[in-house]
């Protein structure tokens, strides 16, 4: 596979960057006024949209006023437009959090609230959040639904309605479960549908996972070598299960009549991150661009 180094702006995060996967580990637990050193290839250069310390933008002003001492939980992107949806915990500092809330930043910095105090409950470990561009729609986890079980859930962007992905089975919403998921591009003879939210989790619902929009879930049969904190779907649409600490990264091929294994990669997470330098704090996320 050909190396394709990208970085795009994101609010501080820590980026490094693997063939067609950039790898992400936002500081979660950490107010996000604190940015962090991002890794970038040579030639290209970080353009800052957001700065909670010293607004770039007077909308920013939201981003402190709504939740003074805030936390990045996750992070959604609009593949066309560029906007990035940023989820933050409350309270900060939980291990799960008891709500949420969503706004939206433009490519030039404009803060508007897409929902405040959604109810949602979140893990401060990783609880991944995207922009669908079949339903438009923004999908996250849901943790306060459904006892030990949770929904994956959906957020509209222009209006705040709040809406229904899939029941989750148990135990997805025990405590300390990171949830990662990509949108299934249904290429490559993929056993997962174009559309469909494809999942995984580390430390009890380990194993990979999809549902359409309604449900139901379906478990694959492949394990992957250890639990996992993020599931990226590249654009020939092999699956990269991406491990929790130093669980490696491996790939799957996803074609019918099961996806299998085709290549376990001798890097993880925790090691790029102390290789680098730099501090690794548990829930990372994989973006393939």
Request: hydrophobic letters at 40%.
């Amino acid at each position: 596979m050909r190396k394709k180094h990208v970085s795009f702006p994101l609010l501080g995060g820590i980026f490094s960057v693997l063939p067609c996967l950039v790898i992400l580990t936002l500081l979660l637990g950490i107010p996000f006024a604190k940015a962090q050193v991002v890794l970038v290839e040579p030639g290209h250069a970080l353009n800052q949209i957001v700065d909670s310390a010293v607004p770039l933008n007077p909308t920013q002003a939201l981003l402190e006023t709504t939740l003074p001492v805030g936390e990045i939980e996750s992070v959604g992107i609009h593949p066309v437009t560029g906007d990035i949806y940023i989820q933050l915990q409350d309270p900060p500092g939980a291990f799960t959090s008891t709500t949420t809330h969503i706004f939206k930043v433009t490519p030039l910095g404009v803060v508007t609230p897409v929902k405040i105090n959604i109810g949602f409950g979140i893990n401060s470990r990783g609880t991944d959040l995207h922009f669908d561009p079949l339903s438009g729609l923004l999908i996250t986890q849901d943790q306060n639904f459904g006892g030990s079980a949770g929904q994956v859930a959906t957020v509209a962007p222009g209006t705040g309605i709040v809406g229904f992905w899939t029941l989750l089975p148990p135990p997805f919403a025990s405590a300390g479960n990171t949830f990662g998921m990509d949108i299934s591009k249904g290429t490559g003879g993929s056993d997962v549908p174009f559309g469909e939210a494809l999942f995984t989790a580390d430390v009890a619902a380990t194993g990979m996972h999809s549902a359409p929009p309604g449900g139901p879930v379906t478990t694959h049969t492949p394990t992957p070598v250890g639990p996992g904190d993020d599931l990226v779907i590249q654009p020939d649409g092999d699956w990269v299960h991406v491990g929790d600490f130093n669980t490696p990264l491996e790939a799957y091929n996803p074609a019918v009549p099961e996806p299998h294994a085709t290549a376990l990669s001798p890097l993880d997470i925790q090691t790029m991150f102390t290789n680098a330098g730099l501090p690794f704090v548990f829930g990372s996320r994989g973006h393939c661009l």
